[in-house]
């Protein structure tokens, strides 16, 4: 059974920058697609990032200058790099398997809120 646990979230100011973790039980891991997802407040979630098993990765174009996707196949660990944040990306950031994430393992999720 996979599960998934995200961390690393918080408060920071516009043009900040934050390191999400999100570590990954259960052997698909390595050989995975994985994605991390947003929710913000009154939107439906979406995919932001995503990672291939041998590393090949794209973003959405609202992030794709500012946000980088890496893993740690040897820690069953993914991660999203946020730099130049600004209040628009305020969301709950969580992490699934892509395209199709399994509906009925979503984590806690992480809570980043951009604000001054």
């Known amino acids: 059974q996979v599960q998934f646990v995200e961390s690393g979230g918080g408060l920071v100011q516009p043009g900040g920058s934050l390191r999400l973790s999100c570590t990954v039980s259960?052997?698909?891991?390595?050989?995975?697609?994985m994605a991390w997802y947003r929710q913000g407040p009154g939107k439906q979630r979406e995919s932001v990032a995503w990672i291939s098993s041998n590393g090949v990765r794209s973003a959405v174009s609202s992030v794709r200058d500012r946000f980088t996707i890496s893993r740690d196949n040897a820690k069953n660990t993914v991660y999203l790099q946020m730099n130049s944040l600004n209040p628009e990306d305020t969301a709950v950031y969580y992490c699934?398997?892509?395209?199709?994430?399994?509906?009925?393992?979503w984590g806690q999720g992480t809570q980043v809120t951009v604000s001054s």
């Open positions: 699934n398997l892509y395209p199709n994430p399994r509906g009925g393992a």
């Open positions: 259960g052997s698909i891991f390595s050989t995975s697609v």
